[in-house]
């Protein structure tokens, strides 16, 4: 059974029952702007609760931790039923995950981690690694009021894009730019995020929250943005909305400057962490300290000669998303055009590069 809520039409009902819930689980002075897209998964969750305490493991088998942190666990799991495996990601059922199963919920994209069900439970699993024991085993419900959401989603590689970018790293501890594989590969990568990130502000979403850690790879390779915690939407007739768009939340090192001063903010506070995270894939950067470095000279315009010397266009593509004001930032559809056509002028100087070998 769950909470019950009025309204002059059954979409107002919906909401008004989302808050009530919402306040039961703790979380409180939310908007309404702050459930579109999770209003619908309340009842479920709530009905799980009361139904399916050890869903879980009656439901999955082969169970195995892939991923411990501030925010719970991430399990590989197989469902018995289907015999496939997928993610399972268990945390404490508060705004940020209630807020990310919402958003994951309502996108359906090839470069955005998808989402299948979710459902709460009493307990959080409790895993003991091989080396600790051989077996694993359900944690036994708990006497205290905390329950834990159980997101299902579609299994990705446990290396991140961060990894990614610190093995090409640690290969060429030289400047990266001489190394024109690298380059190939970090547009077609660029292509895919752009990709994604075109397609959740066409929905009027801002991630707030895009780095390398948050960007994950599919099992065919394809990549896939992930973690919408953060998730706000850009509704400007919202005055409380409006409100959030000023608070600082993301990770200092890739936010934009209008981010960090608490100024109020749009989508592209998204396009300037892309065009971080573009400069990252292309040039061996050493640390936060260097990153925030490079973030500054780039804002300021300040040339970086070697990094020109090699590839003009990207360099253009990167100060355009790097600008300080918002507004000279191109958008995610501009951009998806100048990566093709920098993908295009990759292609051309490859095949130019074998027929002088040949010649």
């Not at 409180?28 to 579109?36: D, E, H, L, R, S």
């Not at 981010?259 to 950067?285: A, H, M, P």
Request: proline share 2%; aromatic share 10%; hydrophobic share 30%.
């Amino acid at each position: 059974m769950y909470l019950t809520g009025y309204g002059e039409s059954q979409k107002e009902a919906k909401e008004e029952a989302a808050k009530f819930t919402c306040q039961s689980l703790g979380i409180k002075n939310q908007t309404q702007t702050n459930f579109i897209g999770i209003v619908h998964e309340y009842s479920f969750c709530l009905n799980s609760a009361c139904v399916n305490s050890n869903r879980f493991t009656s439901e999955f088998d082969s169970i195995e931790r892939v991923g411990k942190g501030a925010f719970g666990c991430v399990f590989k799991a197989k469902q018995k039923l289907l015999d496939k495996y997928f993610a399972i990601k268990i945390v404490r059922c508060k705004e940020k995950a209630l807020r990310e199963v919402g958003t994951l919920s309502d996108l359906h994209h090839s470069n955005i981690v998808r989402y299948y069900t979710c459902w709460m439970e009493d307990s959080e699993y409790q895993w003991d690694s091989p080396a600790d024991s051989s077996t694993t085993s359900q944690s036994t419900t708990s006497k205290s009021s905390t329950k834990y959401l159980y997101i299902q989603m579609e299994l990705c590689d446990t290396r991140t894009l961060r990894v990614w970018i610190d093995e090409r790293n640690t290969q060429n501890v030289k400047k990266s730019l001489r190394d024109f594989r690298r380059r190939e590969e970090s547009v077609i990568i660029a292509q895919q995020i752009v990709s994604g990130v075109e397609y959740f502000h066409s929905k009027r979403l801002i991630h707030r929250d895009l780095k390398p850690a948050n960007i994950m790879f599919g099992q065919d390779g394809e990549v896939k943005i992930g973690d919408f915690g953060l998730v706000t939407t850009e509704t400007d007739d919202d005055a409380e909305n409006l409100m959030e768009r000023t608070e600082y939340k993301g990770t200092p090192s890739y936010m934009a400057p209008e981010q960090k001063s608490r100024s109020t903010y749009d989508r592209k506070v998204d396009i300037f962490s892309l065009g971080l995270i573009y400069f990252e894939l292309l040039w061996n950067l050493s640390a936060g300290p260097e990153r925030k470095a490079v973030s500054l000279s780039m804002t300021k315009k300040c040339s970086l000669k070697m990094f020109f010397c090699y590839v003009s266009l990207q360099y253009q593509i990167i100060r355009s998303m790097l600008c300080m004001k918002p507004e000279d930032r191109p958008e995610a559809s501009q951009l998806k055009k100048e990566f093709e056509d920098c993908a295009h002028a990759l292609y051309t100087l490859k095949q130019m590069n074998r027929k002088i070998r040949t010649v």
